[in-house]
């Protein structure tokens, strides 16, 4: 049973920084693209930022120069770096593979952008 658990979120100031992790269990973090998403209220979940397996990245236009994904595969974990934060990046951030392949999303960690 393959497990997501993201962790590292929470309240900020606008312009402030958060750094995200996603620890993966079982064997798909060093075979798949893994990637952020996230989902604001009343909108639907969308993909931020990718990893391929060789470290090639992918960036959303709205996070671009801002945000660095990055993983390190001896730990299972993908990481989220968040600079320069907006209230529009408040949301709920989720790590999955790219495409999606049937994993169950984790619980899920709250960022919150506010003055």
């Known amino acids: 049973q393959v497990q997501l658990v993201e962790s590292g979120g929470g309240l900020v100031q606008p312009g402030g920084s958060l750094r995200l992790s996603c620890a993966a269990s079982?064997?798909?973090?060093?075979?798949?693209?893994m990637g952020w998403y996230r989902q604001a209220p009343g909108k639907q979940r969308e993909l931020v930022a990718r990893?391929?397996?060789?470290?090639?990245?992918n960036y959303a236009d709205s996070v671009k120069a801002r945000f660095t994904i990055s993983r390190d595969n001896a730990k299972n974990t993908v990481y989220l770096q968040m600079n320069s934060l907006k209230p529009e990046d408040t949301a709920v951030y989720y790590c999955?593979?790219?495409?999606?392949?049937?994993?169950?999303w984790g619980q899920g960690t709250q960022v919150t952008v506010s003055s």
């Open positions: 999955n593979t790219v495409p999606l392949l049937g994993y169950s």
């Open positions: 990893i391929t397996s060789t470290d090639s990245t």
């Open positions: 079982g064997s798909i973090f060093r075979r798949y693209v």
